[in-house]
């Protein structure tokens, strides 16, 4: 038995598989330890809010301690990220078309080029083939230069609520920053905001969890019933068999994800948890468990320790338990893994359809890419409300299939390379 | 020859069918045999002759295609598991591989617990059970301190072979079937394992059906042969008759087989 340990903890494949399921279990136990907001909490206004660490701007400005960092390269870089490239070569264009020659504008020289803008652009002048949306573009770009050289700090204002008339409390100048850890509050969003404005990171890691655990029912029914069916079958034999293997070719025949979409349609919305999805998917996806096992246990029953347990009076019971269950058993739990991985893609494929569990309680990673496909994350190019989806079920997946792999080579010692 | 005694174990038609269309063989056509208590039986026959398969359809673990087996002058009823449990406390059997012969999940002693269990004895102190243990594995030369907590496949062929006849021992039946018993182990142990038979054969009076590919050994250690080719009984009767006047040409090569070191029989030329 630890000989066996042993040997499997040696395969590279199955160390590396478990290596990075052990890792998705652990992120997936730690990170609410660390991070304890509510994964469903909707906390952005609006939609789909891009990776990044969100900054209180009133607390900035209140923060207690302001300091002065003189750095070479803050104004180029306040100007650049508000003049950008694309908007350079715009006002070179509106500035050529209105007349001046080309050879005159440097877009690259940002003072040479805001002195032509202020001196020539003018929003009444009609230039021929401009459409409306350009046009308003151009509008748009006027207003966001509006002080982009200026070197004034900014002015804090606040109404004093006995006259109701504004009072200036404080200058900002450019130079001035704050430390982020002494701003009250600053939220990490390393995955922005879904549809609803929640938190993706933390809904990722809740959805993984909650697809995990149904894998897990999942697997675990559907190698239950395969076992016990395929043991049944394979070792009673007979009429038994028969009657088993007329009902699993009957679920054999029928594609078992149509059943499972009858099923889960028929359900119905409301009553569709995370359980009962899993508990469903459990009793569809047996049968090639069943079938399996049974010819496991056919080439097992006529061996001579059977027969030996046979002849030393031991009880079917006992002889299916003691002389063929601990011959299969690594075969067994190489079904069990691949029916939690199969559980999970089944729940994710379910849930894509829209038949997934319902969805004000938990989520899970079918239900998000559900979110994200009806919100159109796809298409408007929100990349983080599907695809580190789509990685995790991936790693998850394939961490589990190379687990199986590698058994699979240290127990079918001819597949070892 | 105690023919006029009823035989313990017969069989009249007695057929074996495994698969069928073009996979079909017949592996026992149609034997019939008569074995009396107290005598060693040997089946001679070459590879693939049926001789485990009948073995097999004797012990009651296969049941056969067609004819019928008579048990102790009735004919043989194990239609229950119940029935089959009271029919293998009288036949017992060793099989050809040792190696594959155990559960190799589990430990040595609760083989032996198991015959002890079988024979009624669940209910004696655990000293006494371990006394019978003891006594079975000194019978066959190991020492049983050595092997609890050990595992069947930590042990050799001949080792295996011999817990086996410890197994027997335990189990006191009417009739053993050994199959091969010698053929899968090394060349040493493969008297000592046949004295150890004929020993506890003497000690307990039971009735032994002999398997064997080697015509010189049935010739060693039985009183009646039978020769099998193809699933048939070719030829029967006293080993004595049989072998020193075969009549068989088939029974006639499988006595020029038979290795130089029976020369001295000289069986051929008699
Ligand atoms: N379970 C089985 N299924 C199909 N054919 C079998 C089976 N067992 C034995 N046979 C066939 O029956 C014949 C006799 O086999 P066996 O009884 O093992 O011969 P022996 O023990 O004399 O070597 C062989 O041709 C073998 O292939
Ligand atoms: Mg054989």
Known sequence: MEHTLRQVFRSGKFVAG?????????????YPLIVPHPPLEIISQGTFFPPGIYVDVYDSIGSTTHYTLNLDDAVAKRIASKLKEED?????????????????????????????????????TN???????????????????????????????ARNPDTGVLEEKRIIPQSEYVNVSEVANVRVLPLGTDNFGRDVLTELVKATTVSLQIGFVAGSIATLIGLALGLLAGYVGGLIDDAIMFFTNLFTVIPSFVLLILISFSIGQERRGAVTIAVVIGFTSWVWTARAVRSQVISLRNRDHVNLSKLSGHSIFHIILADILPYIASYVVMALILQISAGILTEAGLAILGLGPKTTLVPTLGLMMNWAMIYQAQILGKWWAYFPVIITIALIAFSLNLMNTGLDQVFNPTLRD | MPAEKDPCLSGRGVTKVFGFGRTRTVAVD?????FHEGEVI????????????????????????????????????????????????Q?????????????????????????????????????????LMAEACSFVNLKFDELTNKYPFELSGGQMQRLMIARIFLLKPKILLADEPTSMIDACSRATI????MQLRDEIGMTVVFITHDIGLAYYVSDVVYIMENGRFVESGSADNVILHPKETYTQRLINDVPKIYEEWDLSTV
């Open chain 2, 30 to 34: 149609h034997v019939d045999f008569d």
């Open chain 1, 18 to 30: 478990f290596s990075i399921f052990v890792a998705v279990l652990l992120i997936v136990f730690l």
């Open chain 1, 127 to 157: 230039i021929p083939g401009m459409t409306n949306a350009r046009r308003n573009y151009y509008i748009r770009l006027n207003t966001s230069l509006d002080g982009i050289l200026s070197t004034e700090g900014a002015i804090i204002a």
């Open chain 2, 42 to 89: 040997s089946i001679v026959g070459e590879s693939g002759s049926g001789k485990t398969t009948l073995a097999k359809v004797l012990l009651g673990l296969i049941n056969p295609t067609e004819g019928e087996v008579y048990f102790q002058g009735k004919e043989r009823d194990i239609g229950s598991y119940r029935k089959k449990k009271e029919y293998w406390k």
């Open chain 2, 194 to 197: 046949l004295d150890m038979l």
């Open chain 1, 88 to 124: 350079r070569l715009a006002m070179k264009e509106w500035l050529v078309a209105a007349g001046l020659s080309e050879s005159e504008i440097d877009a690259a020289d940002t003072q040479s080029l805001m002195d032509q803008w202020v001196n020539n652009y003018d929003p009444k």
């Open chain 2, 91 to 131: 036949i017992q059997a060793i099989f050809q591989d040792p190696y594959c012969s155990y559960n190799i999940f589990r430990k040595i002693d609760t083989v032996l617990l198991d015959c002890i269990h079988m024979r009624g004895g669940r209910g004696l102190p655990r000293a006494k059970k371990v006394e």
